[in-house]
């Protein structure tokens, strides 16, 4: 079955660009159903993708975060951080 305005490839995987957004308006999609069999750390950046995409499209704002401390106050970073040598 296919949900009116959702494109899909020739396999029948949802099309969607780098954010993990779909032809359909306010639907991401990202995973398996986008890539085919993969690994589970490219699902879980097409996750992260989505999620920032999201994000910056409810509270209105487009943000580079390139470092934990870039995110916003109400965002909390679960990657972990490489931190330098402890002495």
Do not use: F, Q, R
Not at 37 to 43: P, Q
Request: charged share 25%.
């Amino acid at each position: 079955h296919n949900t009116p305005g959702l494109e899909l490839n020739k396999w029948g995987y949802i099309v969607a660009d780098e954010h993990g957004k779909t032809s359909k308006a306010n639907v991401w999609a990202g995973g398996d159903i986008v890539t085919g069999m993969a690994t589970v750390i490219m699902a879980m950046g097409a996750g992260k993708n989505a999620a920032m995409d999201i994000h910056e499209k409810l509270m209105g704002v487009k943000k580079v975060i390139d470092t934990p401390e870039a995110l916003p106050d109400d965002m909390e970073c679960v990657l972990p951080v490489k931190k330098g040598p402890t002495m």
